[in-house]
């Protein structure tokens, strides 16, 4: 008979497993202390060890070396004393000023130091530079020799440009270049020899001009120009107790940077004269000097343009530019290879962050000619010498009557939707005007390509309809921005305004893929130009 099971012996009894078919889960600390007695797992964590003295050993021993050596090459640095005199270099590692390389050199050095401190006779100064004073007559030669001009870019253009004002007669120059001379750049300099190549171009320039015009006195600037350091890099003479700049000239070929110095020297009133790409050009004939708002066919002078008109100016800058157009078999800037893409960090690539690091093909004699054309321009400006010189496109009579014709095209519009178009206002300028037309749609109708009898005019009828703000009273806006424009003719606008603003059909019912397409690369390209306004 079975017994029954009795309070004490429930107790004890197993539980029955609900899942017999399921192993019973393991708990951490058994599977700790199994993996600790196994012979692999010691086996491995030995080695792990073992490897981890070795490496400690091995980078004590390495760092311990490396602190020998640094304090041996410390050791032997001599002392900064009388003997030995050391110059600090700039953020870009560029050495500050050149050793003197030959005797000759050091005749020439000594000669101009007594020349700047007016130990040099006058008439032989007078005696060089006779041509000159016959040409441009005494008292002009003195305002000449009294100036003081910067160059700021020490390239092809900027050495030329130094050298012409130098010979000239231009007794005060300030030279700002961050760079060396290299020897892919000596079919261009000015002066710079092969035993140049890898020095600071403002003391090559500076050297090699003391042993011609030993009594031009020179600062020179081996640093990057920078907005940040403006004030201080175009202060006048004499760390800014002499006379201000007569002239600055802009030989950079970064826009940025170039932009930059324009803007300054624009804004604080410091006459400047910009010299766009000399880069794949070859023909001298096509090379002119005038207002930035009349410059062609120049793609640096474009961009250029652009950005100072998204910063409000728009002319008043005198440039050197060419007219050339590129063409089949002429020279192209060269595209960077294949296998610099795919390594990435292309931008690596360049001489400093945001610099071009393409290379740009380059006629040796196009830089000296742009240089001289800069330096000519200077010397009659601040003689006072008889010169013409293009002040502006002269469109300002367009402009306006663009701006009136949208005007009526946006009342028309208004009207359409039911609005009361009495009053209304448009928040485009003059200067909008000109930034579309001019820069944007590059003086041309989106359409034809026709340059004569521009209008600009909305693109696309907006969704929400032709609605007015009226938010203020006394106050009405239209809804038009500049995003929302395209320029085309006054017969194309007719047309455009009776289909797609007024019909209902859009761009793509109205016209062929080329335009809808020119347009949206011209929009895009605004895009990316609208942060810098």
Known sequence: MEQPITRSKRIKQKPLNPYPN?????????????????????????????????????YGFQSLRRSVAVEELKASIPN????????????YGAASKLPIATREDERALALARRAQQGDYDEELIAEQLTR????????????LRDSFVIVVGLGGVGSHCTAALARSGVSRIRLIDFDQVTLSSLNRHAVATLSDVGTPKVQCVRKRLEAVVPWVKWECFNEVWREGQAERLLMGWDEGRGKKPDYVVDAIDNIDSKVALLKYCHEHGIKVV???????????????VEDISASLEDPLSRITRRRLRAVGISEGIPVVY?????????????????????????????????????????????????????????????????????????????????????????????RIGGRDALGLKICITKDDVGYLVEEVFRGKSVISGLPTRLVLMRWRAPEAGYTVDERWEGQKSSSVRLGDLVCMTKEEAVGHEREVLRGGRTPEDVYGDRVVQLVKKRMREEAEYDRYR
Request: aromatic residues 6%; proline residues 8%; contains cysteine.
């Open 80 to 91: 900064i004393d009388e003997h030995h005199h050391a110059d600090r270099l700039p953020d």
């Open 322 to 414: 060419s007219t050339e157009k590129p063409g089949p078999g002429k020279a192209q800037l060269l595209p960077l290879p294949e296998e610099e893409f795919e390594k990435g960090k292309v931008g690596e690539l360049s001489v400093l962050p945001d610099f071009r690091a393409r290379i740009l093909p380059v006629l040796g004699t196009m830089p000296a000619i742009f240089g001289y054309t800069v330096a000519n321009f200077v010397i009659l400006e601040v003689t006072g010498y008889p010169h013409e010189q293009s002040s502006g496109k002269g469109r300002e009579k367009m402009y306006d009557s663009i701006l009136a014709t949208l005007q009526g095209s946006e009342e028309r519009l208004a």
């Open 22 to 58: 399921l192993e019973t889960p393991e708990t951490m600390s058994s599977w700790l202390q199994r993996q600790a007695s196994s012979h692999q797992t010691q086996l491995a964590a030995t080695a792990l060890l073992s490897g981890a003295l070795v490496a400690g050993t091995i």
């Open 274 to 288: 910009s010299s766009m790409g000399a880069g794949c050009k070859s023909d001298p004939t096509r090379v002119f």
């Open 132 to 143: 000159t004073s016959s040409f441009l007559t005494p008292p002009r030669l003195t305002h």
